[in-house]
DNA sequence: AATTTTTACCCAAACGTTTGCGTAAACATT
DNA sequence: AATGTTTACGCAAACGTTTGGGTAAAAATT
């Protein structure tokens, strides 16, 4: 079904029902033909070629008002089954549809040198993108050549000209380690990325106002997944024993974590505690449940499309920088560390 | 930069440009005249507008030939952050990604009635689908309506003309109950979907061929996720203290389960054996670990994109309904019953 | 009745691309 | 030298759409 069709069946030119569709109402065409078309649009179940109407459009409006109604979210392919991903997604979708937007979904930034991604990337259509996950430098520059409208969402404190959503990851940290103080605990180790990472600034800021000590041997610079969790927490845990308390950089490093202590026959708390963030919701089907800090991870969705459609909307952009609140929640990965050293030097072993 | 200005600069016409584009190495421009053609493109950074090679194509070719080198992905929204459909994914967009394809995500089909999706599935130009989560016979219309080329991928035999890449989960559900039987357990419980479920019906039959005693109460109607199982299993141990063994119809279910039976002062698996299907990652990261049937599921999502690519690229269709194999995967959540009722009517409480 | 205004519609050009057809030049064959 | 063949390229039409610029007829104003 093209316009022509539609035109020719309801006895009237293209240009007539084009009209009609894009300014309904209008005193373009006379009550009966408007009546007309529309009725045969509904017949026929026509919907306008999304080609045709871009190749027009761009050059009429110059990208002003070709109006695609979707936005993009530009996500890390190695993300793509870590749940916080998937929240902040659903986020972005419900509200994203709430408002008339569909989301399109480009994966795999780090595959930017294949040129078929390129190419899919590019010709994705979209008003205005969500990024979700760190981009590195020459991705940010690609986004900028690419897109008008964006908005990055996660922890990471990207100094960028972005705007961006977050929770205060660096407060964040601190207060998880804090809590970990509170309990008592003076030997926490650090699962979790360093470079750049926030959250490892975080750690260590917070040790070292509080007087903690510092020790190399319990920084353990490792990627994001419950593997690496449990492989460091494993390493770590064999090699000394005074840790008493695990900050883990998210909740799948935390929860590989848990499960390398069980197996040195470590108990949780009592022995050793854990604690992690975003509060995923596996957090509550491990034993004991996770101790973390919870993220909102679907508001950041839903902010980041309200932002990004206000933007879209108003043509306006204020840059801003929001951040939502976190907060602790206990659960039952931290306690107490035991009264002496968990396993006096020789005595034990 | 279009087609017209890159010819301008090079100082031929477009059809020059467009043939070496679209025929390279042809002879259909000279030698110099190409390679400058080539130099003009990587220098100005041009990519050929989709939107009008789209609109010319599809009439030249007739949908024959209107390349996109894309498939779409259709997948339900409920399941969007089920573990499931993110390793089918991964697996699907690997092997595209191999073959020169890139994937389009679709999202919830429930929503088929927003006009917005529908416009907007309507227009995500794919030269095929790969159908996840089990589409209600509207879906199916639309789908025939809009697809040729159409590959299910997902445990439920729907019976259906399209292609599907599938585990037996009829046989899964046999296997794991049989697995039980074999530890000795008699009452088995089942968690999980019962309308147009076969892991319903591989329960079922597996009970019955094997004798056991089958009881409406143990039989629990759920949707498949982490909530529900324990909300069931929460409420089947308070009433019911018979039951020595769960069977979940996917481990999102299982792991809930086990969390309510854990609340409950139940042991595993001395005192309930667990089993789910899937062989998701969390799976490892419970206590005890749970034993399940592992489903290949990123081979599934291969498997999807090696089969609608072939029939993308051959043009002929070979109906087909390939069953990849399953395995039991021993870990630490079942073994036999205790040798007396779990808790004697009276005797304890 | 003659005029202006409004209504209701059509024509044609343009968006960026692809390709059948045409053709001028270069080369090869007599 | 004249013919045929190949090479290298341009012309123009078409894809489905939108819109500025019409215009003929109807309605309103004189």
Redesign the interface.
Known sequence: MTLKEIASLAGVSPSTVSRVINHPGSKAASREVENKIWQIIRETGY?P????R??KL?SVLAQNQARQ??IGCILA?TH??D?FF??V??GL?REA?RN??????I??YE?LR?P?????I????VEGVALLGRPDSKMRSFLKTNYKKIIYAGLNNIDSEFDQITCNAYLASKTAVSYLAELGHTHIAYLGERKNEIRYRGYLDAISQLALPLNRERIIDIHLS?EDG?RAAAKLLSSTRDVTALFCANDLTA??A??AA?ESGCRIPEELSVIGIDDI??C????PMLTTIHIPMEDMGIMTAKILIDRIETGKRIPMKVELPFRLIRRGSCAAPPSKPNHPPQAME
Not at 116 to 120: P, S
Not at 284 to 287: D, E, K, V
Request: charge should be positive; avoid cysteine.
């Open positions: 919907i070629d999304a080609s045709a871009n190749l761009r109604k979707a392919r793509t089954s749940p998937s929240k997604t659903r979708e549809l008339g937007y569909t989301v399109k979904y994966f795999s595959d294949n078929d991604i390129q190419e899919a590019q010709q994705t259509k419950a449990y929860i590989g848990m499960k069980k919701e596996t509550q089907y491990t034993t």
